[in-house]
């Protein structure tokens, strides 16, 4: 049985993920962005291992996210499927990053620096990721005039690319991204058009299964398919030039530092 950390599971997709997780038999550390969201979680928080309460906006609270699950013990496996969708403005959180950017890509990739390395990352991408663009240059919006979808595109592209990156860096993780399709959660709307539940499955199965199928990495997957991500998560320029910036922008660099290529003479 493993142990796993699930980010945003008081609604949808984690909150799918938690209870299927729990029947299995796991320990799932849950999560909640405040003291008052954490009571959607009463009817399964008294099987599960822990609670841990913070606003992934916040780089602040995400820090004392990563502390409580460390001081909880080390994980087999974190789902990073907590997230934002259309957000009416850029927004502006405590550290000054547009909100979108912040909670999908920024709060995933510092709490995959904090939190003891586990053997598995399972990061919620989406369809949306292939119109993600691959300009680099404005990721926190301080530019250009505030579209959300495509804010909320982009930040599906990195964080499929962040995947991906990690499984290049880290080979000891299987690192994958999944589009869980779109399903009727608080985010899809009622009319959404694809199953709730094959829309968590994949997770799971990622984060604990034993089959050999899912001892992949660096892969993007829908319905427990492989599919092919837009070939910017792939492309190893595009991985460095994308983890470059957000270790600019969130002071923390997940990496070792990239070597200066050596200049004769
Ligand atoms: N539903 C879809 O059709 C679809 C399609 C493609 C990809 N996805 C991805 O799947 C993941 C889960 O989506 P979902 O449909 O389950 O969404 P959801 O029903 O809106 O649930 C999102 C979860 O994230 C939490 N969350 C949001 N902002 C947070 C913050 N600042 N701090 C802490 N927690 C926060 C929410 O907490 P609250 O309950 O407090 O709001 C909730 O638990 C997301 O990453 C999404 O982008 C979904």
């Not at 969130?250 to 990239?258: H, K, Y």
Request: avoid cysteine.
């Amino acid at each position: 049985m493993s142990r796993i950390f699930i980010t945003g599971s008081t609604d949808g997709l984690g909150l799918a993920a938690a209870r299927t997780l729990m029947k299995e038999g796991h320990d799932v550390v849950l999560h909640a962005r405040s003291r008052e969201r954490a009571s959607a979680l009463a009817e399964i928080s008294p099987t599960a291992l822990g609670i841990v309460i913070g606003d992934l906006a916040s780089a602040t609270e995400t820090r004392s996210i990563a502390n409580h699950v460390n001081a909880i013990g080390r994980m087999d496996a974190v789902i990073h499927n907590a997230g934002v969708y259309l957000e009416r403005s850029r927004g502006e959180t405590p550290e000054g990053h547009a909100k979108t950017l912040a909670v999908n890509v920024l709060a995933p990739y510092l709490l995959t620096a904090w939190i003891a390395r586990p053997d598995r990352l399972v990061y919620l991408s989406s369809g949306m990721h292939r119109s993600g663009g691959s300009a680099l240059d404005d990721i926190d919006w301080k530019k250009r005039p505030w579209n959300a979808s495509q804010a909320y595109s982009e930040s599906k592209l990195y964080i499929a690319t962040l995947a991906a990156a990690i499984a290049r860096h880290w080979p000891d993780v299987l690192s994958n991204a999944v589009d869980p399709g779109w399903v009727p959660t608080k985010m899809g709307g009622a009319g959404a058009p694809d199953d709730l539940e094959m829309g968590h499955l994949t997770q799971t199965w990622l984060a604990a299964s034993d089959a050999e199928l899912t001892k992949v990495s660096g892969q993007y997957w829908y319905h427990r398919h492989q599919r092919e991500a837009s070939p910017e998560v792939t492309d190893t320029g595009f991985q460095d030039e994308l983890i470059e910036k957000l270790a600019e922008l969130t002071g923390i660099r997940l990496f070792a530092e990239r070597r200066q290529s050596a200049r004769p003479g």
